[in-house]
């Protein structure tokens, strides 16, 4: 049923419970994750055009080492891994890679780093409402 598992990340402490439920899901059924970092393109609106490229390279650093943990950890658990870091609106980038990698299922937080923001932050609450395929969001406060 679940052959190909897409995990997004934001590379926050607070997903560790979120891979572990990805990894669960996968070791159990034999399924491939794919890790999934999205810069948020939205945040260079503001920026002076000197500085996007910058602060876009800063961003897919983050992201490579995100998406590199979130592996390392699924691997650990014997899960076959791929990982990317694209670029754009985060919710319409998640939903474009789970169309991309043929994903059967989507495992993620319930909201970004901001606690603070609603129960289901609007990047999930999109993602829930547009996926084609299931979506598993884990409560990610501690």
Do not use: C, W
């Not at 970092?37 to 503001?46: H, S």
């Not at 299922?105 to 990047?123: E, F, Q």
Request: zero cysteines.
């Amino acid at each position: 049923m679940y052959d190909t598992v897409l995990l997004p990340t934001d590379g926050s402490e607070a997903t560790e419970n979120v891979v572990e439920h990805a990894s669960d899901i996968a070791a159990r059924r034999d399924a491939r994750v794919h890790v999934l970092y999205v810069v948020d393109d939205r945040a260079f609106l503001t920026l002076s055009e000197d500085r996007v490229p910058e602060v876009s390279e800063e961003l897919r650093n983050e992201g490579e080492r995100a998406t590199g943990e979130a592996a390392a950890a699924l691997e650990a658990d014997g899960v076959d891994v791929t990982t990317a870091v694209r670029e754009g609106n985060p919710a319409d980038e998640i939903l474009a890679a789970a169309d991309d990698n043929d994903a059967d299922l989507v495992v993620m937080g319930t909201h970004g780093a901001d606690p603070t923001r609603d129960m289901l932050g609007s990047v999930s609450q999109k993602v829930v409402t547009l996926s084609s395929v299931p979506v598993l969001t884990v409560n990610i406060d501690e």
